[in-house]
């Protein structure tokens, strides 16, 4: 974990040469306890973070990325299907909050904005 003087965070995690069962909807409950699952604190509050804010659309940029590295990944069905998909290799995932109110606010002030990002990543 890496904490910048702004309250900026960067949190790595990486899991080596493993056999993984998951189930395929773990992936969105990890994106549900980073958005959901932070904690909150009271104004009067000991333990409040520096730069912490009640509303998460304002609070400083996360950065969470979690690499599984030359590992078999299993992903179960349910018990009805008789087969499992594997794979094998390096995956990485990365969930990243910042400034969320700005780019909502951008958003509705300015609807072109998402054509604008939709044409970058054609090009």
């Known amino acids: ?8 965070k960067l949190i790595q995690t990486k899991i ?17 306890i980073f958005v959901y699952g932070m904690p909150t604190y009271s104004d009067d509050s000991k333990d409040k973070p520096n730069f912490y804010d009640a509303d998460y659309g304002n609070a400083p940029r996360m950065e969470v990325c979690c690499q599984i590295l030359s590992s078999l990944l ?11 998909i594997a794979c094998q290799g390096n995956t990485s995932f990365t969930y990243i909050r910042e400034k969320v109110n ?5 958003l509705v002030e300015k609807p072109q904005f998402i054509d604008g ?6 090009s």
Do not use: V, W
């Open 74 to 84: 299993c992903f179960e069905n349910e018990e009805k299907y008789q087969k499992t």
């Open 117 to 122: 990002l939709l044409n970058q990543d054609s």
């Open 16 to 32: 080596e040469k493993l056999k993984i069962f998951i189930k395929p909807h773990i992936f969105l409950t990890m994106y549900e």
């Open 1 to 8: 974990m890496h904490l910048e003087a702004d309250g900026e």
């Open 102 to 106: 700005q780019i909502k606010m951008r």
